[in-house]
């Protein structure tokens, strides 16, 4: 009986160790594009609103904004930032996404298409945790590079 609620405990102290460990994420909440600061260059979408959150023990990102063509986008991706490719979905673009933590401030972001990236780069969050910025390097229908920096502020 005593291995079996020491083992019980630790379970729960993970689980919550796990828990903690998501909520002090600085990526955790809602991000809204500051258009002034970003550079967004034509044709390139237009992320206006980026929310993480905690899913089990996944994380969930979930992205509104415009396309290329200025039509509304509404992509969700839920994974681990662990590198691996997971499904995304609403993205004409892409069908797979991957993050990878770089540090605690810092994630690598790669997007696929039928097995061809089609988007890669970095989101860094500043040291105080009000800004988000990413700045990628997405390849077009047509081939075309397009480089984007687009800052965030924190909701």
């Not at 039928?114 to 105080?128: P, Y």
Request: aromatic share 8%; glycine share 10%.
């Amino acid at each position: 009986m005593k291995a079996r609620t020491t083992a019980l405990t630790l379970a729960a102290m993970c689980f919550l160790g796990a828990a903690v460990a998501f909520a002090q994420s600085p990526f955790m909440g809602t991000w809204k594009l500051n258009e002034a600061k970003s550079k967004l260059g034509p044709g390139a979408p237009k992320n206006t609103t980026v929310v993480y959150e905690a899913v089990g023990d996944d994380m969930k990102v979930t992205v509104d904004g415009t396309d290329s063509a200025g039509n509304p986008m509404h992509t969700e991706w839920t994974g681990k930032f662990d590198g691996h490719e997971y499904p995304v979905t609403g993205s004409s673009s892409a069908d797979m996404r991957s993050y990878r933590r770089i540090g605690t401030h810092t994630l690598s972001l790669v997007e696929t298409k039928g097995g061809k990236v089609v988007t890669s780069g970095r989101i860094a969050i500043s040291a105080d945790g009000k800004t988000r910025t990413v700045a990628v390097t997405e390849t077009d229908s047509k081939g075309k590079k397009i480089h984007m920096t687009s800052f965030y502020d924190k909701q």
